[in-house]
């Protein structure tokens, strides 16, 4: 299973609407954290679950969703996290 299909999976515990993920590694070639082998990701996740929750909020809840992967596998995660009606 590569990348992106283990964060589609460890994201499915939110019941998201679309997840969208982009693999940015390329553009940060040679960059201190692409050293180490964690890639650089564009998130897109629409889930009910953000509902009432602050940016921080359901940025925590990726994190947690993504757990160990944060620490080993994803250097950088740029977030975009909406409900459905905010889309």
């Known amino acids: 299973m590569n990348r992106i299909e283990a964060m589609r999976e460890r994201l499915a515990s939110l019941n998201p609407v679309s997840v969208d993920i ?3 590694s390329h553009k940060h070639a040679g960059h201190a954290g692409a050293k180490d082998g964690g890639g650089h990701y564009l998130l897109r ?5 953000f ?12 994190y947690s969703a993504l757990g160990e ?12 996290a909406k409900t459905p009606e905010e889309v």
Do not use: F, P, W, Y
């Open 22 to 24: 982009v693999d940015e």
């Open 69 to 80: 992967m944060m620490k080993r596998d994803i250097h950088a995660l740029n977030i975009q």
């Open 51 to 62: 509902a009432g929750k602050t940016t921080m909020a359901r940025h925590r809840m990726i």
């Open 45 to 49: 996740i629409v889930a009910s679950s």
